[in-house]
């Protein structure tokens, strides 16, 4: 069975879930004797995964566990500099949606107490464009939107204010279903075995595994053989990481 071993690309996975190299990061800048020099020592000195439950998930142990939404969204405030930009990276993040959810329907209700309290003194033109305005924010699924346009440009900076107060916000954990597929420990472990050639897996007796039964949102990498059988093979194929056991 071929093995294919991107040494470069390896120790850059690893970089990124936590192994401590020598160099900042294994980019393309570095040159190959040096990320030899390095998987080298890691051959020496391995980076261990945690397989941290029966079935054998397999977990980044040193991984920061996420405490505030910051740590699962990925998002720099300062980088939303339109309503487009803003818009897009709140759309697929349901805490992020949810609090411009709540603002546009607290703008929906003052604005139909003002439709309400000066309708007869509001001019023809005025009043078509409140209740365009009413009927925008009303759209269930788009209303959140519609609110963000509606601030403006000009009001950019409280709304960047708006995404940081959020991100700064301790995880109410019953969100957990709208995070990311790739997350805390597990996550992070996960995307590194997913990255890595199907046959080295195959040989690690690892795999992917999304979705145990039938409407499970589990999504994780499970170490099938023996912590023993896999480091064996690891040591074996010269890889600079291993397994140990953390139940």
């Known amino acids: 069975m071929s093995i294919f071993l991107n040494r470069r690309q390896m120790l850059a996975n690893l970089f990124a879930v936590g192994a401590s190299l020598v160099m900042s990061s294994p980019g393309a800048k570095v040159s190959n004797a040096l990320v030899d020099q390095e998987w080298r020592r890691l051959v020496e000195d391995p980076w261990f995964f945690d397989v941290i439950d029966d079935s054998g998930t397999i977990a980044a142990g040193s991984a920061k566990e996420p405490s505030i939404y910051a740590d699962v969204f990925s998002i720099q405030s300062n980088d939303l500099t339109t309503l487009e930009q803003l818009i897009s990276e709140v759309e697929d993040r349901y805490p992020l949606k949810f609090i411009f959810q709540f603002h546009a329907n607290s703008e929906l209700d003052d604005l139909r107490q003002e439709l309400a309290d000066n309708w007869d ?47 700064a916000d301790s995880i109410d954990w019953s969100d957990v279903e709208h995070f990311p597929r790739c997350w805390g420990g597990q996550g992070v472990a996960t995307r590194f075995f997913e990255d890595l050639d199907a046959d080295l897996r195959h040989q690690l007796d690892v795999e992917i595994v999304d979705g145990d039964q039938p409407g499970s949102s589990y999504f994780g990498a499970q170490l099938y053989s023996g912590i023993d059988e896999a480091n064996t093979v690891a040591q074996g194929l010269g890889l600079p990481f291993r397994f140990r056991d953390a139940t």
């Open 121 to 167: 003194t509001l001019k023809l033109r005025d009043r078509k464009r409140m209740q365009a305005l009413e009927e925008a924010l009303e759209d269930e699924e788009n209303g959140w939107a519609a609110y963000i346009l509606h601030e403006g440009e000009a009001a950019l900076p409280r709304l960047r204010g708006i995404v940081e107060d959020c991100l």
